[in-house]
Structures are given as C-alpha cells and as structure tokens.
T-cell receptor
Framework: ETGVTQSPTHLIKTRGQQVTLRCSSQ?????VSWYQQALGQGPQFIFQ???????GRGNFPPRFSGLQFPNYSSELNVNALELDDSALYLC????????????????FGNGTRLTVT | GQNIDQPTEMTATEGAIVQINCTYQ??????LFWYQQHAGEAPTFLSY??LDGLEEKGRFSSFLSRSKGYSYLLLKELQMKDSASYLC??????????WGAGTKLIIKP
C-alpha cells in the first residue's frame, strides 16, 4: 500500500509571494486534510476535502485555499505569504464512508517545511 | 473555547513505565486519538478511544474517561526509540480534530 506523499519537502519563499503544496493520498483513502504545525506546537487544522469539495475549515484566512482532484490527490495554495506562515505543512488522508466518519485515523505525509523570508 | 492540555515535557528511564496525561474541553466528542511524532517526521497513529476504558496494543495502552474529559497513554518497557513527542487529539462534534501541543518524552539510559 502506498503511503501519503508530499512535495516539495522544503521550500523558501519571500513575503508576498504565492505557494502551492501538493499531496498524494494513501491508496484507498478518499479524504484529505491539511494542517499547519509550528515548531513545538500541535497541528492546526486548515481544511478538509471529501469528494473534491471542502467539507470543513479551521480558523485560517481565505488566502489559504485548496483543491482535491478525482484521484483524491490535493493541493494547498497560500497567497500573499506572511512571515508567520513559516511552518511545517502536513497533509493527512483517511477513509470516510457513511457511518464510519468517527473510526478512520489519519495517515500523515512527511510534510513540507515552508520558510517565508 | 476548545482546549487540549498535556504536559510539555516528561523524562523517563529505559525499561521503565511512563504515563502521559491529556485533559480536554471540546464542543462535542467523537473519539480521542494518540499520535507519536519523532523530530522532523510526520505523526504516526498509535491509538483510538471512543468508549470509556482501556485499549491495549502491545507496549502501548490508552485509557479514556469521557465524564472526566481525561485520557492517558501508558508506555511500558520503554526503549530509546520511544523518545518522541506524543500528541493527543480529540474529534469534535464537527468531526474536526483538535490537537494538543504534544508532550516531548525524553528517555534516558
């Protein structure tokens, strides 16, 4: 079984630029969620995609947006980058089905380390 | 607001037992997860509790008391490779995961 893969692993951007991060979900999974993790902190939920639609969002501004494709892979886009956006961005996939929303654990990729200067 | 509390750091000795506590206050409850995260790596799933009681999985066990908003992760026969951060996360009424900041566990020989 293929695990969750993310690209790139590291990225350096300048304040004001735009960035796209990519994620391939684990085979058999249909749901992708994105998290931001600052150093020494737990992950903060950005949003989740199921069947190519956003079906949950955390407390992040609209300049954080995403997509999910028919093959369940996903992108996270961040516009107008700010210094505080520097963090590890984690993608996680899971299997969601009717009546099984509670039981599916998340499987994480190794993340993309974004540095904004 | 929603809140997950766990100790920032704990130290234990190789071969010993350690208990990492987690208390939570969330809008609704649909399960509690424990994840292990080594420095620079992704979190990996350890356990899931949705009913009160103890779930045992090898050297790791997790306990839940929903009435007290409390869980713990018990690690037995500690090994040096267990040095990592341990994250407690609760799925709320919107099925979103609320995460604690993690407990950094340091294992000494």
């Amino acid at each position: 079984e293929t695990g969750v893969t993310q690209s790139p692993t590291h990225l350096i951007k300048t304040r004001g630029q735009q960035v796209t991060l990519r994620c391939s979900s684990q085979s058999g999974h249909n749901t992708v969620s994105w998290y931001q993790q600052a150093l020494g902190q737990g992950p903060q939920f950005i949003f989740q995609y199921y069947r190519e639609e956003e079906n949950g969002r955390g407390n992040f501004p609209p300049r954080f947006s995403g997509l999910q494709f028919p093959n369940y892979s996903s992108e996270l886009n961040v516009n107008a980058l700010e210094l505080d956006d520097s963090a590890l961005y984690l993608c996680a996939s899971s299997l969601m089905s009717a009546g099984n929303e509670m039981a599916s654990p998340l499987h994480f990729g190794n993340g993309t380390r974004l540095t904004v200067t | 607001g929603q809140n997950i509390d766990q100790p920032t750091e704990m130290t234990a000795t190789e071969g010993a037992i350690v208990q990492i506590n987690c208390t939570y206050q969330t809008s609704g409850f649909n399960g509690l997860f424990w994840y292990q995260q080594h420095a620079g790596e992704a979190p990996t799933f350890l356990s899931y509790n949705v009913l009160d009681g103890l779930e045992e999985k090898g050297r790791f066990s997790s306990f839940l008391s929903r009435s007290k908003g409390y869980s713990y992760l018990l690690l037995k026969e500690l090994q040096m490779k267990d040095s990592a951060s341990y994250l407690c996360a609760v799925r709320d009424s919107n099925y979103q995961l609320i995460w604690g900041a993690g407990t950094k566990l340091i294992i000494k020989p």
